[in-house]
């Protein structure tokens, strides 16, 4: 079963943390991860925290985005701007968030995300990893 997972996701599959173990079980029990293409800027930005928060070395975040990079290439998706624009008009999140959903719906497959005003939002679509596991 293919998904698209938000940048975070990708995050916790890849940098260990409190929800590296859910992550892990998610990319074990599904096939492809699908992502938008904005997903590379997304995760460089999480790894920039990693790194100005000190638990991350420079040489340990260039080879996280370069091998989070190469497994995701032929995964990666466009969205189609109309759509985004139309969940843009209908909800409160940001762009990036849209994007999301549009790719997911797109599909007609689930988006897995933490992120709560999706997960409320685009109920219809949006699944946790804890929810998605059961």
């Known amino acids: 079963m293919n998904v698209v997972v938000d940048t975070n ?12 173990d859910q992550a892990v079980t998610l ?12 997903w ?18 420079v040489d340990e975040a260039k080879a996280l985005a370069v091998a989070a990079e190469a497994e995701l290439l032929d995964f990666e998706r466009d ?12 909800s409160r999140l940001s762009a990036y ?4 959903v549009a790719l ?11 992120d709560a005003a999706i997960l409320e939002q685009f109920p219809e679509v949006a699944v946790s990893m804890e929810a998605f596991a059961e």
């Not at 599959?13 to 590296?20: C, L, R, S, V």
């Not at 590379?40 to 070395?57: C, D, P, T």
């Not at 969205?79 to 209908?90: E, F, P, R, W, Y």
């Open 27 to 38: 990319r074990v029990a599904t096939d492809d991860w699908l992502v938008p293409r904005l």
């Open 9 to 20: 996701v990708v995050a916790y599959y890849w940098i260990p943390g409190p929800f590296n």
């Open 79 to 90: 969205v189609d701007s109309t759509a985004v624009i139309d969940l843009v008009a209908s």
């Open 97 to 100: 968030d849209c994007e999301l």
């Open 40 to 57: 590379r800027s997304e995760f460089r930005n999480v790894l920039a925290g990693f790194l100005r928060g000190g638990h991350l070395g």
């Open 104 to 114: 997911a719906r797109s599909l007609g497959i689930a988006l897995v995300t933490e």
